[in-house]
């Protein structure tokens, strides 16, 4: 017999929550018709229409620039964050701040912010940024140096970087991640930078970790680093996997890779329609799981969707209904 799991452990993640909190409670108490938030406020489709409803309104950097006079409106500063010139942008405006940035991501701002003007002051060394190019928390965290940080993805963009002459191997180097990020490949970039850079000092790594000429600084999500652990276990434990994200949501993206690579039997879906008959078997065990920018409900009702195609709807009513 068919049967279906949820994680619990997947859903929006307290930043997200926090957003989502912020805009609901300023929507609720009837101060203005809408609210202006710069960005998605979550990679989720369906979870976007709910909140449009409720007189969400997304724009983007170029309508900012586009703005003449905010005539006091309010703008919602989602918890990706941004750079400071866009707080500075949206201030001259005449735009009312409600900044929902992260905690994880201001505290992570403000340490690279710190990291940049001590390497300013002593005249030398570089910042590594290892996050997704053009991501809006990246961009923020890009902000904090005046653009002066070099963004890296995987081995491979590190390799390219260094044989352009970008990244230096002689040079004083700090290496933060975008909060999100899968720990194991930023332990991977961390250990390939590593051992360039020490066989450019012609040094054993040993002898090098103690030159301090790389810091490499543990940014990634406390949270997010846990549901990676968690998730693959939860992969492992079902025949088949159903992913719920936006498609756009990089966190969703790194989240179903890791899925994937453990259970070949995984599908990334955005909506409930998506999901099909044909990738269920009689006695599957079936796991539904999404990334930090997925509502629970959109898991409950990706849960039903497939207990209803393979007809095992009552078990599941009485669950949802309590």
Not at 55 to 70: F, N, Q, R, W
Not at 150 to 170: H, K, N, R, T, Y
Not at 265 to 278: A, F, G, N, P, Q
């Amino acid at each position: 017999m068919l049967t279906v799991d949820i994680d619990s452990n997947s859903g929006f993640c307290a930043g997200v929550i926090r957003a989502i909190g912020k805009a609901e409670e300023f929507l609720k108490e009837g101060k203005a018709d809408k609210l202006y938030s710069l960005g998605a406020i979550v990679h989720n489709d369906a979870e976007l229409t709910r909140l449009v409803d409720k007189g969400l309104v997304t724009i983007d950097k170029e309508d900012l620039d586009e703005m003449v006079d905010a005539c006091g409106e309010t703008l919602l500063i989602r918890a990706h964050g941004e750079p400071p010139t866009t707080y500075q942008q949206a201030e001259k405006l005449g735009f009312k701040i409600i900044d929902c940035t992260c905690p994880v991501v201001l505290q992570l701002q403000k340490e690279i912010h710190q990291t940049y003007h001590q390497i300013c002051e002593e005249g030398r060394g570089q910042i590594i940024i290892f996050g997704k190019p053009g991501h809006a928390e990246v961009l923020g965290l890009v902000g904090q140096t005046d653009g002066n940080a070099i963004v890296i993805e995987s081995p491979a963009m590190l390799e390219q970087a260094v044989s352009d002459g970008i990244i230096g191997l002689d040079v004083p180097t700090h290496i933060f991640s975008q909060t999100t990020k899968s720990p194991d490949e930023y332990s991977r970039v961390c250990a390939r930078l590593e051992e360039m850079m020490a066989a450019e000092c012609e040094l054993s790594i040993e002898r090098f970790k103690g030159r301090g000429l790389l810091v490499v600084h543990d940014t990634i999500c406390s949270q997010v680093a846990k549901r990676h652990e968690r998730l693959s276990k939860f992969a492992l434990e079902h025949d088949v996997i159903i992913f719920v994200s936006g498609k756009s949501s990089s966190n969703g993206k790194v989240l179903c890779d890791l899925c994937k690579s453990l259970n070949i039997r995984t599908y990334h879906i955005d909506l409930v329609s998506e999901i099909k008959r044909e990738w269920f078997r009689a006695d599957d065990k079936v796991g539904v799981c999404g990334a930090t920018s997925t509502p629970k409900w959109l898991l409950e009702e990706a849960a039903k969707h497939i207990l209803e195609l393979n007809k095992y709807v009552p078990a599941w009513e009485e669950k949802f209904n309590n």
